[in-house]
T-cell receptor, first 115, second 114 residues
């Protein structure tokens, strides 16, 4: 596609349930990032995939959060046993490491509400 | 640890004014600095990216500058229009460690009144 896409656009879940959020990066982009935007907290980095290298998980807030990237393209962010404080907009971005100095392009986000 | 600050948090101007949004960062060892626009309920739109070796970038009515020595970047918007109303975010990308991930300021919410 022309840009980064994310699904679902909105997700409402009950506390304690698991959720999966999906990101389709721009075709050919080797780097993929997940960020979280919480009210009053701003945007914070969660996890970063670059090609076939081991992901940088340094931003994940707890072991309930995990992500994978299959075939170097699509990524899934999984939150287990969701808590109310997980409510936020989850944004995905991708970038090409060639010639664009790592300019990141963002998807529209998934708004997660944990009741 | 890199920290990014944006001042002011909100700004309201009449249509046609030129304005400057400010961004400061604590660690001058940045790889690049990127300015984004975010409309309510939407994702981020990249406006300008300044590489660490550059001092400014221009796109249409927008001009972004970078001064690494003082840890500052500014986004200049000329002849503002109501359609420029949005939240503007700056973000720095650092060398080393989590190379590539962006560290964001909390944004400046701009309102341009007709």
């Amino acid at each position: 596609g022309a840009g980064v896409s994310q699904s679902p656009s909105n997700k409402v879940t009950e506390k304690g349930k698991d959720v999966e959020l999906r990101c389709d990066p721009i075709s050919g982009h080797t780097a993929l990032y997940w960020y979280r935007q919480s009210l009053g907290q701003g945007l914070e980095f969660l996890i970063y995939f670059q090609g076939n290298s081991a992901p940088d998980k340094s931003g994940l807030p707890s072991d309930r959060f995990s992500a994978e990237r299959t075939g170097g393209s699509v990524s899934t962010l999984t939150i287990q046993r969701t808590q109310q404080e997980d409510s936020a907009v989850y944004l995905c971005a991708s970038s090409s490491s060639r010639g664009t100095y790592n300019e990141q392009f963002f998807g529209p986000g998934t708004r997660l509400t944990v009741l | 640890k890199q920290e990014v600050t944006q001042i002011p948090a909100a700004l309201s101007v009449p249509e046609g004014e030129n304005l400057v949004l400010n961004c400061s960062f604590t660690d001058s060892a940045i790889y690049n600095l990127q300015w984004f626009r975010q409309d309510p309920g939407k994702g981020l739109t990249s406006l300008l990216l300044i590489q660490s070796s550059q001092r400014e970038q221009t796109s249409g009515r927008l001009n972004a500058s970078l001064d690494k020595s003082s840890g500052r970047s500014t986004l200049y918007i000329a002849a503002s229009q109501p359609g420029d109303s949005a939240t503007y975010l700056c973000a720095a990308s650092n060398y080393g460690g989590s190379q590539g991930n962006l560290i964001f300021g909390k944004g400046t919410k701009l309102s341009v009144k007709p």
